[in-house]
């Protein structure tokens, strides 16, 4: 009877579930993350990590909720009864199941997520394209390295407000260029304070610090297209406005683009010493235009 019972409960409860998954959208698939899948090779790998995690945390959920469901109606005060109901303690084997089962969730996303950073941060050693990111307050430099040729480069301004409007002028913005089915190193430099930089669509960021050289290291696929960019590390008073876009093109666009920055004169690496870092911790204030250094009254 109780196996016949069970069986009656089961079935309904596996339909619902049945018809709640192949109901969802694709972004919901994918944990409404901000990316499509196969833009780059890390893509696929970060929204799967996270979506089992929120899987895995809502059935925690679920079983918790439950289970404080049932207490509160399998031991409420009945009708005539009065003072306080028994008080238990030292339930050994339910106070060891809420330890254990706690840390091996813990361990579990631990060791998932060391591995696929792990693997995301394992370096290309010969990369088709590689391309050096300085961040600055509060804009981007880009420098693009050329196989047998002097690098060319692009120099950002900070994000211009309409004043008419107070939006932030999109054109204003500067554009890193990126070329699809390619294996790319980006060299991550500050010029003055910490920054962060991040992709949005790449579900990736990473820190930018003084006297620190960091890399990343992906492959894009085959979409073309403008991606968001953002300094994602507080830099200070206009931090909200360090934004940028990225632009996904071909090869052959890509090529292109360098040439025309060759054709602007924007040859060759760009001048260090603009950097205001002075290399022991500090900003040599005469080398940062955003230091006064006009004395108080």
């Not at 694709?26 to 979506?51: C, E, K, S, Y």
């Not at 930018?208 to 979409?223: A, C, D, I, K, R």
Request: aromatic share 10%; charged share 20%.
């Amino acid at each position: 009877m109780r196996n016949r019972r069970s069986r009656w409960i089961a079935a309904p409860v596996a339909v619902v579930v049945a018809l709640a998954l192949a109901g969802c959208t694709q972004a919901q698939l994918q944990g409404f993350m901000p990316a499509d899948p196969g833009l780059t090779n890390h893509v696929d790998r970060i929204m799967g990590l996270w979506t089992t995690s929120w899987i895995v945390l809502l059935a925690v959920g679920i079983i918790t909720w439950g289970l404080m469901i049932f207490a509160a109606i399998a031991y409420r005060r009945r009708k005539g009864q009065v003072g306080l109901p028994v008080q238990l303690r030292y339930h050994m084997p339910m106070e060891i199941f809420f330890t254990i089962v706690p840390v091996i969730l813990v361990a579990g996303f631990f060791a998932f997520t060391a591995r696929d950073q792990a693997i995301i941060e394992e370096p290309n050693a010969d990369p088709d394209y590689s391309i050096t990111v300085y961040g600055k307050r509060w804009s981007w430099d880009f420098v693009y390295d050329r196989e047998g040729q002097d690098p060319v480069h692009f120099q950002g301004i900070q994000a211009q407000e309409d004043p008419a409007t107070g939006q932030l002028q999109q054109e204003s913005l500067p554009t890193l260029v990126l070329p699809t089915d390619s294996s790319i190193e980006i060299t991550l430099e500050a010029r003055d304070v910490a920054h962060s930089f991040w992709i949005v669509e790449f579900l990736y960021k990473k820190d930018m610090l003084p006297g620190v050289t960091n890399h990343m290291y992906f492959e894009t696929g085959s979409q073309e297209g403008v991606f968001r960019g953002k300094c994602a590390e507080l830099c200070g008073e206009y931090h909200s406005a360090m934004l940028f876009n990225v632009e996904l093109v071909s090869p052959a666009e890509y090529d292109a683009y360098l040439e025309s920055l060759e054709a602007e004169g924007n040859v060759g690496p760009i001048d260090e010493s603009i950097n205001p870092f002075t290399g022991d911790g500090n900003i040599d204030p005469e080398r940062d235009e955003n230091v006064d250094t006009t004395e108080g009254e």
